[in-house]
């Protein structure tokens, strides 16, 4: 499996700023994706993440919003930028196994608070 | 466009009990993949077991096995021999093949084994 880690694992915000969350993998891995958890919610899709392009977005999610990059096959970051409190979530990044398409791995999350 | 059913928001197991998490599923894709995620309190996505839509066997994993029934469309998790532990959120998932593997969550089943 996968090791996946993330920084950081929470912080507390003003409204207004922007948080850049980090993802590192220890192994090459084709697709990183980008989910969020609202408070008592399921997980949803934020956007994929493409190594050398511009980050594929799910409705409702733009990129002026959560800016990603993708420098390498084992680095990512998602930032929430101009944040209000509706964006306090759990931020988490997953990535396809390198074995196959049977799994995907999921990072421990960000906790993200914002006052 | 996918889409995932867990109609139990919560559901109770006495510790040693076996326990069925039901979780339904719609798409018109003949070739997909299901997920079992268990969410402990510290908000980490575990992987638990996978099946696909091809697979003519049921995945199983350890004390965790997928009821598959492909004509029904749903893919329960069944548990066996209930551990305190194993109380959690769980989501079921999916993916389409050829959609990039982003998974489609549905809503959760908070499990709670009892003493």
């Known amino acids: 499996s996968a090791v996946i880690s993330q920084k950081p694992s929470r912080d507390i915000c003003q409204r207004g700023t922007s948080l850049t969350i980090q993802c590192q993998v220890d192994s090459q891995v084709t697709m990183m994706f980008w989910y969020r958890q609202q408070p008592g919610q399921s997980l949803t899709l934020i956007a994929t993440a493409n190594q050398g392009s511009e980050a594929t977005y799910e409705s409702g999610f733009v990129i002026d919003k959560f800016p990603i990059s993708r420098p390498n096959l084992t680095f990512s970051t998602l930032t929430v930028s101009n944040m209000s409190p509706e964006d306090s979530s759990i931020y988490l990044c997953s990535v396809e196994a390198v074995r196959g398409r049977e799994t995907q791995y999921f990072g421990p999350g960000t906790r993200l608070l914002v006052l | 466009a996918q889409k995932i059913t867990q109609t139990q928001p919560g559901m109770f197991v006495q510790e040693k009990e076996a326990v069925t998490l039901d979780c339904t599923y719609d798409?018109?894709?003949?070739?997909?993949?299901l997920f079992w995620y268990k969410q402990p309190s510290s908000g980490e996505m575990i992987f638990l077991i996978y099946q696909g839509s091809y697979d003519q066997q049921n995945a199983t994993e350890g004390r965790y096995s997928l009821n598959f029934q492909k004509a029904r469309k749903s893919a329960n998790l069944v548990i066996s021999a209930s551990q305190l532990g194993d109380s959690a959120m769980y989501f079921c998932?999916?993916?389409?093949?050829?959609?990039?593997?982003?998974?489609?969550f549905g809503t959760g089943t908070q499990l709670k084994v009892e003493l």
């Open positions: 998932a999916m993916s389409l093949t050829g959609g990039g593997n982003k998974l489609t």
């Open positions: 798409t018109s894709d003949p070739s997909y993949g």
